[in-house]
């Protein structure tokens, strides 16, 4: 076992947990020293998880993993889809606990500490090759999501809590439940339950029943907000604290997807028959019905919620024609937009409580002519807002023409389609924009600028935005970064997808260590 790549992912996972731990039990610990182990906490991962996707694309191989036995006794290893989500977690919690650590909250250490607990869960997912610790991890990082929602949250906080606590448990119950049928059927013990032996033992096992596909995709579906069983994500997102809705919606809600790749697609038949039409018509509803709603809504938060859940579409029309055409093209693009979505959907949660800090409301109709008065607020949300939109030189560009030109031998249709999304957020985008920072003030916000004159962009929120703006432009002009480590991993995917599990094929093979 290569022990010292193996070491750094235990750090990346365990610190914020530990440091989390810490803070929780230590409420009364200084202001100055809690706030510096807090930052020490965000910022271990975010320096370690991007050093481990450079060593690990470094590699000839993508075969092995950075494996070894940690924590609860979990396998921890990486492969080369999770490595770049690691990172994007990682750098995405760094800006996030920025943000978190200028906030005045009641029991702040507590506040601090939960938010570590949510982090170090969410890099455990995908820090994790386990198939059970897996699923243990997103569990870990619900529930102080919950908790967060629920007492530091803003306005109906409460019902939506509830909300999200409903559908997310349902769902992840539900995906439970296929797992374990899953591992049963691939004759692997829950000790080996690794992703690459269950897909091995997958492939000599007799053909599933598509029910089992059906749990597995609906239920992480559910958690990665697929249409119809999305309407829990806009709400939670929008009453959550602010540092809960990074994480959350840029990295948290990518568990489902990375759930349905490991073990819907590369395991499961779930993009053949009457099973893969749902899924079709469901990732295309994303794309369009969840569009129009985001054209119709008022709020900042609520528009910046609801297109996070539109932008999920092209991410399941990818995984869809990687497994019905068995081409790896349109996994490829799903993967890099994962990454890049996750970066750019964060920026903007942060943007946008900004203008609410200093506006006083998230109303579109209560704001505008904000540019003259916070111009680099102004300039760093076109530019969050142009990546969200895939602007080239942002990395959502490569993943949306990605999806685009995988589908160009399925139907024009689709293609349409996907077309239609870089329309339709533009539309719901720019207009965003355009009532924001230009044209008028309100009267309201004039009243405001009257009596309490607010300034620009602090220094930490420039820093935690330039992070995450830094990093979508780094992928986007060296796409390698992120494609260098998943080509290998979505070849092999797609090796078993393609023959929808008919025949015995080298699928997703058990992940040796690397020496």
Known sequence: MDTFPATLLQITVTA??????????????????ASGFALGGFAL??????????????????????????????NFGLNGLSAPLLAMTAIVG??????????????????????????????????TNHLIGFYFFHEFALIPTFILTLFWGGEGRRPAAMQMAIYLTVGAMASLAGILIAIEASGMGFAQANFGDVAHGLQSANHLPAAVGALVLFGLGTLASLFPFHSWAAPGYSAAPTPVSMIHAGALK??????????????????????????LWMAVANVVIVGFICIAQRDLKQLVSWSSVAHMGPVFLGIWV???SGKADGLDAAAFLMVAHGLSCAALFLLANAVRTRAGTYRLDALGGMASRAPILA????AATMASIGL?????????????????????????????????????????VAATFFGPASESLEKRFASAPFGDLGWAERTAVGLLLLASMAIGFKPALVTKSTNEVTKLVTTYSQHNAKAPVKAVPAQPVKR
């Open 379 to 382: 300039a760093l949300f076109i």
């Open 45 to 74: 991962p975010a320096a370690l998880a991007p050093w481990l996707l450079v060593l690990w694309s470094s590699e000839n191989t993508t075969v092995g993993q950075f494996q070894s036995t940690g924590l609860w006794g979990f």
């Open 392 to 432: 080239p030189g942002f990395g959502n560009f490569w993943g949306e023409i990605g999806v685009f030109l995988s589908l160009r031998d399925q139907s024009l249709w689709l293609q349409a389609i996907i077309a239609s999304s870089v329309v339709i957020s533009a539309v719901y985008a720019l207009r965003a």
């Open 322 to 324: 990687c497994g019905k």
């Open 94 to 127: 760094l800006a996030a606990g920025i943000k978190a650590l200028t906030q005045e909250v009641e029991s702040r250490n507590t506040y601090l500490g939960l938010i570590l607990f949510m982090l170090g869960g969410t890099l455990g997912v995908f820090g």
């Open 16 to 33: 914020p947990i530990l440091i989390g731990l810490v803070l929780i039990a230590g409420r009364s610990l200084p202001r100055s020293f």
């Open 254 to 279: 990518k568990f489902g997807l990375y759930g349905i790749i490991l073990v819907g697609l590369s395991s499961l038949d779930i993009t053949g028959g009457r099973l893969g039409d749902w899924f």
